[in-house]
């Protein structure tokens, strides 16, 4: 296994796209938005004041592999509160969508216009982005999981340890990834081999593809990290061929998975076209904004 400290040392955002290892693998890199005032604790506990139902949480010791269920559902009364007192709450909180205010909007696209220039020949322009926010108390744990979006999670206070891992065998990755699509929302069933570890402190963050199994432990102190994440047309068609096959499976067929076959593929593009079944498509806490009650308009 590799630490951060094994490796060549990060390179500020907008270079990861040129150094080889961007898309596919975990990069680390550095950036500013931790020196932005809209993410010290008390304006992140202000806007859930301001967006309460977009607020989910968990305890904050949780195990790291838990493979049954989504993530966590509902609204706090005053999460505002919680947040304010997480240093005695033992409480992990998740703030989705918070590019619905227009100043954490601008937050964000300030940040991704800094990635795609570099992009852009290879894989298009971004698609769909969005932000969230999580805070939690010492020593909290979040399970490991996979996400279908591509993701920049950003260390803005505290500190934690990120570890990424690889599916035994491709066999197993089909396996998790048809779980998704049936309901795990990306909670693995079995522990990954970790292969990367990264220490992160404000002013670093990590790159992470899509698909790619990953886990963290935060540090002795309240941790606020940040994660802006995105599609490209080349994901966002294979995330609904995805979830066609899903669909299909219900009916006991065993379809294809996208990228073995161009002409099936094409097929299911016009199908999922012709009969409506695009969507807005999101992972693990992300979904949590349709499935806990509050459902996000877009």
């Known amino acids: 296994m590799l630490?951060?400290?094994?490796?060549?040392?990060?390179?500020?955002?907008?270079?990861?796209?040129?150094?080889?290892?961007?898309?596919?693998?975990?990069?680390?890199?550095?950036?500013?938005?931790?020196?932005d005032a809209r993410l010290e604790l008390s304006a992140i506990a202000a806007l859930a004041d301001r967006l309460p139902q977009s607020v989910v949480h968990d305890?904050?010791?949780?195990?790291?592999?838990?493979?049954?269920?989504?993530?966590?559902?509902?609204?706090?009364?005053?999460?505002?509160?919680?947040?304010?007192?997480?240093?005695?709450?033992?409480?992990?909180?998740?703030?989705?969508?918070?590019?619905?205010?227009?100043?954490?909007?601008?937050?964000?696209?300030?940040?991704?216009?800094?990635?795609?220039?570099?992009?852009?020949?290879?894989?298009?322009?971004?698609?769909?982005?969005?932000?969230?926010?999580?805070?939690s108390s010492p020593n909290s744990v979040t399970p490991a999981h996979f996400d279908i979006e591509q993701s920049l999670l950003m260390q803005v206070g505290g500190s934690k340890i990120l570890s990424v891992g690889r599916f035994e065998t491709e066999a197993m990755r089909r396996y998790e990834a048809e779980r998704y699509w049936d309901g795990s929302h990306g909670r693995v069933e079995s522990m990954p081999e970790e292969m990367l570890s990264f220490s992160l402190a404000p002013g670093r963050g990590v790159y992470i593809p899509q698909?790619?199994?990953?886990?963290?432990?935060?540090?002795?102190?309240?941790?606020?990290?940040?994660?802006?994440?995105?599609?490209?047309?080349?994901?966002?068609?294979?995330?609904?061929?995805?979830n066609l096959n899903s669909r299909l499976r219900r009916f006991h067929l065993s379809p294809r998975p996208p990228g073995q076959s161009a002409p099936i593929d094409a097929v299911k593009t016009a199908a999922i076209g012709a009969f409506g079944l695009a969507r807005n498509l999101r992972s693990g806490i992300a979904g949590a904004a349709t499935r806990g009650g509050h459902r996000r308009q877009s």
Not at 97 to 114: F, G, I, K, Q
Not at 215 to 236: D, E, K, L, Q, R
């Open 3 to 35: 630490t951060h400290s094994a490796r060549q040392g990060p390179s500020p955002l907008e270079e990861i796209p040129f150094g080889g290892e961007f898309p596919d693998h975990p990069t680390e890199f550095l950036h500013g938005v931790h020196e």
């Open 211 to 242: 698909l790619v199994p990953h886990w963290v432990h935060n540090g002795p102190n309240i941790s606020i990290t940040v994660t802006f994440t995105y599609f490209t047309n080349a994901t966002m068609r294979k995330n609904r061929i995805e």
């Open 59 to 135: 305890i904050a010791a949780q195990p790291l592999l838990v493979p049954e269920g989504g993530p966590p559902k509902g609204a706090l009364g005053r999460p505002g509160d919680v947040i304010r007192n997480l240093g005695e709450a033992d409480a992990w909180l998740t703030l989705l969508h918070v590019e619905d205010d227009p100043e954490y909007a601008d937050l964000m696209n300030s940040t991704l216009d800094r990635l795609e220039p570099g992009m852009l020949g290879s894989e298009g322009k971004m698609r769909d982005r969005a932000a969230f926010i999580i805070v």
